[in-house]
């Protein structure tokens, strides 16, 4: 479980540290052994993505298309690439419309090689629901930020981000971005219609532009969020009786993602349950056997999907 060393913030991760080392002998032999254990499953991390990166291919559906470095962020002057999945039947007929979900860390959705890991399988996920005459959708892969990903899904300048703009690059998603896909491809704009997702930091991203702008996004799929980047502020945000109650929300994290992220991905859980959301408009599953990585967010997926759908 190294990888709770890098999900810390540094704030606690430095408080731990002074506690352990200014405590005593013992405190300094646990915090060593604590490091050892961490560089220890990091090195073994890196060896099994080793392996895995010699074997890696292109494994992305032929409808996902790539918008390399093409849609405008403004606020920060630069260009996005953007990922866009249209389902198997999408140009056999020109009238036909689709939900849309916005997918951040985006790069992850749909090919192994753009993730360079495992990607999640929502068009693999898709497709089959295709195959079945089951509903389907649009997907929309925002790559994450090549300067700065913490900065960019942090919601509000904090200490441990001092730079953060995650309000302004959700307010760049539901406003320049979704009016692109909007006017570009045949979408239901409406909010019932149009989700939000994420993992680990953008997870909770997921949750604050639910909660922020709630007149957009009538879903979400809330995938190990990192709530502990600003845990108060979070959860203090709220959402009306007429804003909450179509809206359908799935809350996912793996069962070995330790004692940070499964408490907090309950605890969003059971805020939208002490609104009254009966199951059919809010779900927990907690990814049995898994940790915190894309194996666990791919298996999320597969089960998020028609149950937002409302198979």
Do not use: C
């Not at 919601?155 to 760049?172: K, L, R, S, T, V």
């Not at 059971?270 to 009254?276: D, I, Q, S, T, V």
Request: hydrophobic share 40%; no cysteine; proline share 5%.
């Amino acid at each position: 479980m190294a990888i709770l060393l890098y999900k810390l913030p540094l704030t606690k991760y430095n408080a731990m540290k002074k506690f352990f080392i200014g405590s005593s002998l013992l405190g300094l032999i646990i915090w060593g052994g604590f490091i050892a254990r961490g560089k220890y499953y990091q090195h073994k991390e890196e060896e099994r993505r080793a392996a895995y990166y010699e074997n890696i291919v292109d494994t992305s559906s032929p409808t996902v298309t790539v918008l390399r470095d093409s849609i405008e962020i403004g606020y920060q002057n630069e260009k996005r690439t953007i990922h866009i999945y249209v389902p198997p039947n999408y140009a056999m007929d020109s009238t036909t419309r689709y939900p849309v979900i916005y997918m951040m860390d985006g790069e992850s959705s749909f090919n192994d090689m753009e993730n360079m890991g495992p990607e999640w399988q929502i068009d693999e996920v898709i497709n089959e629901a295709s195959a079945n005459g089951k509903p389907t959708a649009i997907v929309i892969g925002i790559n994450q930020s090549d300067k700065s990903r913490d900065a960019e899904y942090t919601p509000w300048i904090n200490d441990d981000n001092p730079d953060a703009h995650g309000a302004q690059f959700a307010e760049w998603v539901t406003t320049d971005l979704k009016s692109f896909v909007d006017s570009n491809y045949r979408t239901k704009p409406a909010v019932t219609f149009t989700s939000i997702g994420g993992i680990s930091r953008s997870g909770m991203m997921a949750y604050y532009m639910l909660m922020a702008h709630p007149d957009i996004f009538g879903n979400a799929i809330i995938m190990s969020p990192s709530m502990w980047v600003d845990h108060d502020k979070l959860m203090a945000m709220e959402l009306t009786p007429d804003q909450y109650k179509n809206k359908k929300i799935h809350v996912s994290v793996g069962q070995y993602e330790g004692g940070l992220m499964v408490p907090a991905a309950k605890g969003v859980y059971e805020k939208f349950k002490a609104y009254g959301l009966d199951d059919n408009h809010v779900k927990y599953d907690m990814i049995m056997n898994e940790s915190h990585w894309h194996i666990t967010w791919r298996k999320a997926f597969a089960s998020a999907y028609p149950w937002m759908m409302g198979e």
